[in-house]
């Protein structure tokens, strides 16, 4: 009966992992489609970019999508919250559609390659652990918004130097948080009690893929800067 109930446990687990990484490529695969129409569209690049208040507000829009599907999920319908991912991955296609501007076409698709690869072998790692990655996780969200101070901080000082330091240490910060969100991942996915409503369990999918979508987003544009090569 242990035996059975074991298996039944490992099922549901490996079922909403794979629903969270499907969910999570559906979001990948949306974001480099806009990014690539919109970068090959002079006048939505004017528009975007040509425009600080606009590019701004889109980027404020997509931290505002991202606070507000964090904060409301669970009071929300599963359809609303599959909405609302796809929008804000398709959002941030557009956003950081000039990565076809400013590197090129071969740069981009080796570091995507490589981003994969390294999100991959940490997200195994992640799974198979008997480590607890809790500790690891607090220290790595710390480096994160010693990131976006620095960052922050570079917007006015300028310099390539810090710029490249902070690639870097992104890099670093997003490959502990990547083994951290998936071993969170299936923690959750084993806590989950058994009967859950299909909407429940696809809310707990999205707000998986989303973790991760983020954790891979990041941490490519960090290895982009560093292995891209520029268009100039």
């Known amino acids: 009966m242990e035996i059975l109930q074991k298996s039944r446990t490992e099922v549901v687990v490996n079922s909403f992992i794979q629903s969270t990484y499907n969910w999570m490529t559906i979001g990948l695969g949306l974001t480099g489609l806009v990014a690539f129409f919109v970068s090959n569209s002079p006048a939505l690049m004017t528009l975007i970019f040509g425009n600080q208040l606009i590019f701004f507000g889109l980027i404020i829009g997509e931290l505002a999508m991202v606070f507000y599907l964090s904060a409301r999920v669970h009071k929300m319908a599963a359809s609303t919250a599959t909405a609302l991912f796809i929008f804000y991955a398709a959002l941030n296609g557009a956003t950081i559609s000039f990565i076809f501007i400013a590197y ?129």
């Open 104 to 232: 090129t076409s071969s740069s981009i698709a080796s570091t995507f390659f490589v981003c994969a690869a390294t999100f991959g072998t940490c997200s195994i790692y992640g799974m198979v652990t008997k480590r607890d990655l809790t500790s690891l996780g607090g220290f790595m969200f710390m480096g994160l918004i010693g990131i976006i101070i620095a960052s922050l901080v570079n917007l006015f000082v300028q310099s390539s130097a810090i710029s490249m330091i902070i690639s870097y240490i992104g890099v670093f910060v997003f490959i502990g948080l990547t083994a951290y969100d998936t071993q969170k991942l299936k923690e959750m996915a084993r806590s989950q009690p058994a009967g859950l409503d299909a909407g429940v369990v696809r809310k707990g999918a999205i707000m998986g893929a989303l973790t991760l979508y983020l954790d891979f987003i990041n941490m490519f544009l960090f290895l982009l800067h560093i292995l891209g090569g520029s268009r100039d």
